[in-house]
């Protein structure tokens, strides 16, 4: 099963990627967070953990990822993670970094000024996600980059469920709209958690998103917030993480059998 968590910008992602990926684990799967966001860097203080080698670092950086993206797709040549199926025990010891039973992998990020756009990135996401064959107890929860550029690159084409997180304000309830619209064109089941919920804007939640489309609510919730601020582990969750994540159990796609891997995709 593999989960895309979307939403805009600081809406709270990561936070519930983190939460979501130690409740699934608490249900009893074998979790990888997969770290898809390739400007940010918290999500690994989140989980109190160093951030592990991320996967085009460990392919030998964006140069050598263009060179081989060139071979599996001109050269019709066979590349690891780009144009061939893989478990998640192909995925190189150093790429991973384990919290409290959650594996953390991270795709890539930007370093340094002028270094070129993050396509590579984007192409890499899609064809690991694509390729990577999981059994019955293991899930993938991805935290996406804010916005949606990921549902014009096609990641979530490659997802079984996506959950958008929407936090009170009026640009993340118009991003909410336009995600439905999204999922739908990709023929994705997507349902949306309230985050940051207080009493005064239960309402307001209420008017801009379809009741049959909610998978539960986070309240604002201090210690959360004080562990992002200091960048500290994530200490305690919020009861309502539990039920939200039997939500997700009931009504997530089992996705139908692979029979052979697509070819690399841009
Ligand atoms: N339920 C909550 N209660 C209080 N604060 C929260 C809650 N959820 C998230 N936050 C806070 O909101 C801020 C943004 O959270 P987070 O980094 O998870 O968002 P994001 O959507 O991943 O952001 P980005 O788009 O930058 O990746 C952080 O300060 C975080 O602690
Ligand atoms: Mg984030």
Known sequence: MKIAICGKGGAGKSTISALISRGLRDAGFRVLLMDADESNFGLHRLLGVEQPVNLMESMGGKPELKKKMNQAFRENQPVQYLS????????????????????????????????GCACPIGVLSRNFLNNLVLSDD??????????????????????????????????????????????????????????????????????????????????QDEDLFLNSLNGTKMSSAPPQVKDICAFIKEHWVKPAPKSAVSPLKF
């Open 84 to 115: 061939q199926a893989l478990t998640t025990s192909d995925i190189p010891e150093e790429c991973f970094a384990e919290s409290d039973g959650v594996k953390l992998v991270s795709m890539g990020k930007i370093h340094d000024f002028g270094e």
């Open 138 to 219: 293991e899930v993938v929860v991805i935290d996406t980059e804010a916005g949606v550029e990921h549902f014009g690159r096609g990641l979530d084409t490659n997802c079984d469920l996506i959950i958008g997180v929407v936090d009170p304000t009026f640009e993340s309830f118009k991003l909410a709209g336009k995600m439905l619209e999204m999922s739908d064109k990709a023929f994705k089941k997507i349902y949306f958690i309230q985050n940051k919920v207080s009493d005064k804007v239960r309402e307001a939640f209420s008017a801009a998103l379809p009741s049959d489309k909610i998978a539960g609510e986070i309240p």
